[in-house]
Each structure stands twice: as structure tokens, then as C-alpha cells.
């Protein structure tokens, strides 16, 4: 037997002797050593607070510290720059080097350094510390004094130490962050970058440089839990503000999260079950007001950051921009598009522009245009080829391009921020886990929702509501509407055309695109930054005295922008001329799609539906002023290039129930799609649109009207057809002919559930449109819409 196998054969009999033995022996000898494996096996302090070994991490293990007695094994230390190793890898304890890690083939991976001497003991002490110490009880290296992202008690920091941030929660290499001790005295947490270490600009520092005498020379976390800076002269900075907490009864570390915040944490020693770490304090108290330039602030570029409950930073991509890694959060967003400059000329055909509110990327700014009215930045981002956001406060206007830096997201900020996106990006409707709820709507699936209530009764009443309708249209003008007064705000960017240049534009009112229940729609062309194809609205039910009204709503009209709204472009008001212009949708209406003779697919129909509800829920409850449609049909819902839904006629209905005499104008609700409370003496709410929207979302499943020839038998009106079949559980019934709805078909319950709810006869059991969106409440079956049988 040669040396050297004798030699191997003595170290694999300590090591059967340890393990069998116990592995919770903390007084390590020469040549011990753990292999990476799921087994489990690591080296532990004498209380047991603490494991030396190798943690799994996605798989692959981690040579680490971590307090092994809470349920999360919080690691405080790790080697290797957080790079974890694959299974196999041996990290063996050697007389001349210390620690030294290598893979499964034994090629060496990491060592602990700086180590000069040779090992004549080991200490993993209960404090977390792993100390090698040489002849005369010299220290040779320990792991307090080569710390990572943590600081444990009776640990020390010296002049020039670092604790670098990870790169993710769980991805431990060095991240963007540090926390730098430096040379004269101060305590910086800084961003840097990430390629060549250079730091940024700090966006905390501790100041403790004063003079040579007084200067900070060491950081400490104290056996009773304070983390100060000890100044030469004696004299103690405390970090921790709050009174500390015990360290007999809890664990204390204080770590350099990866997301670039500084916090001390306290964790009860008694496992109770649902102990979690506790913050004693933080710095900074809001990192995404960190400025630093360059880099891309507390989040990545193009990210918006905002303060969670906890105050740490929750990074969110704007909407039509996405993750560029999609495991990192906080990292940077790319958008969905590509702008270029080839094709500014039609700019603003393909580009929309999203309204943030109190959203800011300061300091990504390429001009700044004052003073300058609301809309006209908002144009003038919208038609410049460079411009992907314009932020307004005060009368100035900044435009930035991307990519983006230090975004945030605060109230303080008090400004707007015109985000521009490209029309129609078939990603917005399905956010990454990053996205901005805010901004957007969650899910664009199946989250339509709600409440449940109790009511009985049968279908026989909507039948009354249309001879109604037919019949009493003069009750109208005894009832009353709660239309909130209109904005007073003036300032609007729509063009006031002549009439003579609407007669132009639309070559003498040649062709007719439509006729509404306000007047005949004209195909146009005009000639404004580009040219753009426009439907001319000819108003012809304003009554004379209607003008200064008609003023204050084409006021309030422009100002309503929403993806799933018509835009209005412009207006002519001269003598007896009462015109709208709108931007012109080429798909035409949804009532020539669903009741046309090709069914379109459920994809398409269920995309129009969420968004006609997200354009009703920006209309009732995010415009300035609360806009009640009132006459939401298939008819007066638009499609554009897209497909996407886009209410036209808002704001109108207002503008007729200034007359008194409602039954001459085209707001007296239209046959099929009128709420019950319309002839009553009750006001008309939000909950009015909620009928006509489900009417409308029941034909649009069903792809069929709502009120149909008496030969359609028990099938004639919607409402009462889709109620029986759903009570009868024949929901098949209503979507027989469609082959791509199998796959759906819990979407497709939803949607009927939800159709009925909202045609429920009392308004208070219809869900808001927001309510629809959130998705926040389960779907229970509704009762039967009509309680009179
Ligand atoms: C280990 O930690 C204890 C405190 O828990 C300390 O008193 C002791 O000196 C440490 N041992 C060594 C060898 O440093
Ligand atoms: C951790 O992040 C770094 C830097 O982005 C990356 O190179 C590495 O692959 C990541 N490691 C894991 C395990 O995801």
C-alpha cells in the first residue's frame, strides 16, 4: 500500500467516524471535508445556530453560513462570489490553504484568502464566525473579516471594507449594490456598475469624516444588537435609532439587500411557526428618490420604481415595455416596440400616447419646451420621432428618450407623464409578472368577477321595458339624471375646423359611413402634421340654445383619452353648424362584426369585450368628470386596425339632456339595451351603461341581438333566452355553432354569469365596471335579472 493511499484510506475513516458519529462537531480537523449533495451533511456551531455546508440553491449548491434553526436557513455568508457549484463539489479543510473548494473533477474553485501559515486549529464559533487559526493561536482567516451581503453580531467592518448586494433574492452573485466603509471615515451605500466596478454617485452616506482625530475607524454590530461607527477620539455614531432588541431571545443580522437597501433585521430564537424577520430599521427611507448619475436608478432602466408596504423597492416595466430578463424584477425593461424615425411622418397612426399620473424619469431629458400647455405636450411628444415620454409640471414639458433612468412612481411628484406606445401591441394585453396594474388591467383573461346578492323572479319584464319603451316615451321628461357639472377647464388641443373645411375634407359630405342617434357620419380626409382619414359627425338634434354647452362638452371630450375610446380630433362650431371629428376606425362597427354573416372567432370577440369595459370603467370612474354613455349599443362601439373596441358617441348624451324634450333627441335609450330605472323616477347612474354593456356582452358571446323577430319564439329577447339556458345549465346552447370555444368554455360561463349580473333590474346588484375588471370576487351565479313574473 503506497503513502498516499494510506494516506486516503486514514481520511475516509475520520470521516465514517464523524458522520457516524455526530454532525454537529465544531472543532473541524485536517482534511475534513463536505461534498455537495442533497444528503444534507454540513458543519454546525456548538449551540447549533448556525451550518457550514453547502445550501441547494435552484439546484445547484452554495458553499454558505446560515442560521439553521428557522425554517428559512437565512444564509449570511457564502463563498466563490455567490457563483453556486454543481453536485459533486468537495470543499475540504488543508493544512496550507485553508478552505479550498473544487468541483467534482477537482479542479479548484475557490480558496480562503489572503492565508499565509499553516492550520493548526478550527473555530466555527456560535457567533457565525468560521475562524482558521495558525500555531500560537494566530488567526489565519476567518469569515467575518471576508464578509458578503451581511454583518451578524460582534462582527466589525474596517476602513475600506465592503458588503456588495446580490444580484437577485436568489441569485447570489454580486449585485448592484454596495455598502463601502471608506478610507475617511464615511459610510456610503452606493450603486456601481456592474462590469467595471466603478462606483456611482452615493445615494447614502453616514458622514463621520470630520478631521483626522474624530474620524470614523470601525463599524460595529454589538453583542446586544446596535450597529455604530466608532470614531477615533472614542466617540460612538449609532445606526440603530430604535431601542435594540434582546440577542439572548433573537438572531440579528443586517444585510445589503439586493435591492440596494440597507436593513437590520431581528428574527425570534423560539420558532413559533409563522416568525419571520423584522425590521428594526432601514436605510435609505425611500431609495427610489435615489439619484445617481450615470446608471439607471434603484431599478433598471426604463423600470418605474415605487415604495411597497415595507418600504423597499417594488419595480414595475410601463405598460408595452417588458423584462428584459424575466427572472429579474428589478431589472431593466425593454419596450415592445421599436421607434424609428424612418416613418415619423405617420407617427401619430401607430402611436398612442398612455397618460401616467405622478410617474417621473428625471434626469433621461433630451429638451424641455415652456411654457406649454398640457395637450400640446402631449402632442408634441406623440409627433416627435425620438420622444418615448414626455413628463409636464408647471408649464414645462420635458421629453426624455429611452433608455430611461431613475423612473419612479410618487405622489409628491404632482405632474403627468405621456408615455407613448405603439397602437395596438398584441403584448399589452398579457403584462409580465413586472408590468404596472395601475397602468393596465391585470389579467386580460378571465377576470371578470363579483358580488353576490338574492333576487327571484322571471324574465317576462323585459318584455314590459320594450312595450315601455315604445309607448311612454313621454315620461322622459319628468325624470331627472345626476350628470355631474362639466370641467371648466378650456384647454383642449382639438383643431376648430371652418365649415368650409369639413365640406372639403369630406368632398361635399360624399360618402356616408353611418348614421347615429346624433346624425349622419362622413368619411374625410384631413391635412393636419400628416393626413389623416377622419369621420365627420354632423350633429343634427342640437337645439339652439345648446351652444355654449356644445363648447364645454367638446372640452371635456377632448380631454377623455383611452386606448378604447375614439379619439376626437377636432370640431366645427359656426352659425347652425354643429360638427365632431373623429379619428376614423377602419374595422367599422361591432354591430356589422357579431352580426354579420361570418361569426367572428371567441378570441376576437372576448378582446373586444374587455375592451369595452375597460373604456366604460375609464369613462365612469377615472375621467375628471364622471361620463355616463348612455347609449352603449353594438353600433356605437368601433374597431380599429387592431380590433381593439372603441366607444364612440361618449360625452353626447350629455349635451342632449340639456333639453328637456328628450323624447326629439336620440338619447332615449335604445330599444334592447335600456335599463328598467330609465322609466322610473330614479336618477340614471353608472349602472345604467352597466345594463347596455351586459345586453351588449350577451350578444356579443352569443353573436345574435338582442331583441329578434317573434318567430324566434322563447328565443326572441336575449335576456330571458340566456336565462333559461343558464338555470336549464344549457349554456352550450347559446355558443352551439362556435369550434373555438371549447377550449374556453369556463371564460364563457364567466362571461354569461357576468352578462346577467349586470342586467340585473336593480341597478345596486349590477358590479361597477371596475368591479368586472379587478376580478377581485368570485363569480356566483346571479338571480334572475327581472323580479316580476
Ligand atoms: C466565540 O464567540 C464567543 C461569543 O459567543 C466569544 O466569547 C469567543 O471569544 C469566541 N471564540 C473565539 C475563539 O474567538
Ligand atoms: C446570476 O446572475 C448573473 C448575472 O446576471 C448571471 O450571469 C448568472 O447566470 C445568474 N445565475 C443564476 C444561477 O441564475
Redesign the pocket.
Known sequence: MSYSSSYMLYIILILLLYLGESQRNSTLSLGSSLTAADNDISWYSPSGDFAFGFQNVNDQFLLSIWYDKIPDKTVVWFVNDGTAVSSGSKVQLTADRGLVLGDFQGTELWSSEPFSGTVSSV?F???G?F?IFGSNSTLLWDSFSNPTDTLLP?QTMELGGTLFSRHTETNFTKGRFQLRFLNNGNLVLNARNILTNNAYASYYTKNTFDDAISQGYQVRFT?TGYVNIVRRNGTIVELTTNRAISSTGYYHRVTLNFDGVLVQYYHPKAFTGTSVWTAVWQIPDNICNNVEVPGSGACGFNSVCSLDDSRRPDCRCPESYSLLDPNDKHGSCKPNFTQSCDDYSCNEDLYDILELTDTDWPLSDYEELKPISVLECRRQCLVDCFCAVAVYRGETCWKKKVPLANGRKDRSLNGKAFLKIRKGDPRRSNPSAGDIPNYQEKKDTSSLFLVGCVLLGSSVFVNLILIAVACFGFLYRKRTTNFQPASSSVETNVHRFTSSELVEATNGFEEELGRGSFGIVYKGKIHMASTVIVAVKKIDRLLQDGAKEFQTEVNVIAQTHHKNLVRLVGYCKEGEHRLLVYEYMVNGTLAELIFGSVKPSWTVRNHIALGIAKGLAYLHEECSTSIIHCDIKPQNILLDGYYNARISDFGLAKLMMLDQSRTNTGIKGTKGYVAPEWFRNTPITVKFDVYSFGVLLLETICCRRSVEDPEFGDKAILTDWVWDCFQEGRIVDLVKSDEDILSEWGKVEIFVKVGLWCVEEDPSLRPTMRQMLEGVVNVSDPPCPSPFF
Do not use: A, I, L, R
Request: charged share 10%.
Open positions: 473555530v464559533n456560535d457567533t464566525n475562524m460582534t453583542t
